[in-house]
């Protein structure tokens, strides 16, 4: 398996690079979301989040409401730019993000632990919150760990040792680290 994207991704696959300014402007959605579920003691929130999150990691921003509005609306009328990064690790923290929404979920939903619950939102909005303000991607860097100790195996992300790397041999093919046409 490699990490290099070669024609027209799938529906069902995520993006390789990603847009780190789109991760960070969704986790700040995510923060919201979150803090309003706790604040204004809304455990039905934690269904949207989980939906988000499942949306994500399954088909990159294409079918999560959250991602469509930061790319289609937020980033272009704010005039932020694309910054890319490898997308694996950013699949991986959106994984680890969906599984303490959906443990949100169904500790509130299912069984009524909203207490429990919030505690395990907290987490989230802890991560989100770090990636959102400081641009420090904790399940990425859990990620980096697991590639290191080698449980994630180096295939999966070629890229992720040294993404600068890959810009220069995009670069030397005349492309951006999208796959795109660089400008003449």
């Not at 979301?33 to 988000?52: C, E, H, K, N, R």
């Not at 990159?60 to 910054?83: E, F, H, T």
Request: glycine share 12%; with cysteine; net charge positive.
């Amino acid at each position: 398996m490699t990490s290099v994207t070669q024609g027209k991704p799938g529906f069902f696959s995520f993006p390789h690079p990603f847009n780190e300014n789109a991760a960070r402007a969704v986790s700040g959605g995510v923060v919201l979301m979150a803090a309003s579920a706790i604040v204004f003691d809304q455990p039905w929130i934690t269904i949207l989040l989980t939906y988000g999150y499942i949306a994500r990691i399954a088909t990159g921003p294409r079918l999560s409401p959250l991602a469509i509005l930061v790319n289609k609306v937020v980033l272009p009328k704010l005039g932020i730019p694309n910054k890319p990064v490898a997308g694996p690790p950013k699949r991986f923290a959106a994984t680890v993000g969906g599984a303490f929404s959906l443990t949100a979920a169904v500790l509130s939903l299912g069984f009524g632990l909203h207490g429990a619950a919030y505690a395990v939102l907290g987490g989230l909005i802890f991560a989100a919150g770090l990636e959102s303000i400081f641009g420090y991607c904790l399940g990425c860097k859990i990620f980096s760990i697991l590639m290191k100790i080698g449980i994630i195996p180096e295939s999966v992300c070629e890229d992720c040792a040294n993404f600068e790397e890959r810009a220069k041999r995009m670069a030397q093919r005349g492309l951006r680290p999208d796959g795109t046409q660089l400008a003449d």
